[in-house]
């Protein structure tokens, strides 16, 4: 079993609607959960970074941390075209040099 | 203008050859990171380096060795005991207490 799953979809959903992406983990030990997008042929670019559980909201996107669950989620609101892109997920325990376990990654796509 | 330049964007290898994939950053970070990305994987860790002068071996190291003589650059050499280097590979960069912020990579193939 790997450390942090994540469904590689494609996802495909219309424009406007609203998205949510997840992460599931299996060490107690993260506190630190990170969401980033990832366009083609282009290097990750971070959207969230968040410690410990809770809600995080920037604009239109949410992050969400429940560390009873072991689940992380990233909503997006009002979904365009241009969020069509690949969102991984990465988390650390904040040791390990910050160290970061990743998931695979979900492929996005916004339907005009 | 600060960021990680990764180059060159596309690199193609020769059987038998070693090949050195560059980042340089002017984020003034201590920590830099190098990453191989396959399609449907996440990102598996290298090689990184925490200070100058020092460096530890990530999850997939054989194949692969780097130097840090300079805070700012990381090079990255794909020698020819890799035998399947076809990949994507990332570089990034993290100040203390913050997240790892990428380059744009680099694609290798081989010819």
């Known amino acids: 079993q790997k450390e942090v799953e994540q469904d590689p979809g494609p996802l495909s959903v219309p424009e406007g609607a609203i998205v949510s992406l997840n992460c599931t983990y299996s060490?107690?030990?993260?506190?630190?959960f990170m969401w980033y997008r990832q366009y083609s042929r282009k290097g990750p670019e971070l959207l969230m970074y968040?410690?410990s559980s809770g809600n995080k909201e920037d604009g239109r996107f949410t992050a969400q941390v429940d560390k009873s669950s072991k689940y992380i989620s990233l909503f997006i609101r009002d979904s365009q075209p241009s969020d069509s892109a690949t969102y991984l997920c990465?988390?650390?325990?904040?040791?390990?040099?910050?160290?970061?376990?990743w998931g695979a990654g979900t492929k996005l796509i916004i339907k005009p | 203008d600060g960021g990680i330049t990764q180059s060159p964007k596309y690199l193609f290898r020769k059987e038998g050859q070693n090949v050195t994939l560059s980042c340089e950053q002017n984020?003034?970070?201590?920590?830099m990171y190098w990453y191989r990305q396959d399609p449907g994987q996440g990102l598996r860790l290298i090689y990184y380096?925490?200070?100058?002068?020092?460096?530890q071996k990530g999850d997939i190291a054989e194949g692969y060795s780097v130097s840090r003589e300079k805070k700012e650059s990381f090079p990255l050499t794909v020698t020819s005991a890799q035998k399947n280097p076809t990949a994507f590979y990332l570089c990034?960069?993290?100040?203390?207490?913050?997240?790892?912020?990428f380059g744009d990579g680099t694609r290798l193939s081989i010819l």
């Open positions: 990034a960069s993290r100040g203390p207490n913050q997240p790892q912020h």
């Open positions: 984020l003034n970070h201590d920590a």
């Open positions: 380096s925490q200070i100058v002068n020092d460096f």
């Open positions: 060490n107690s030990a993260f506190q630190y």
């Open positions: 968040t410690y």
């Open positions: 990465a988390m650390s325990d904040g040791d390990s040099n910050y160290q970061l376990i």
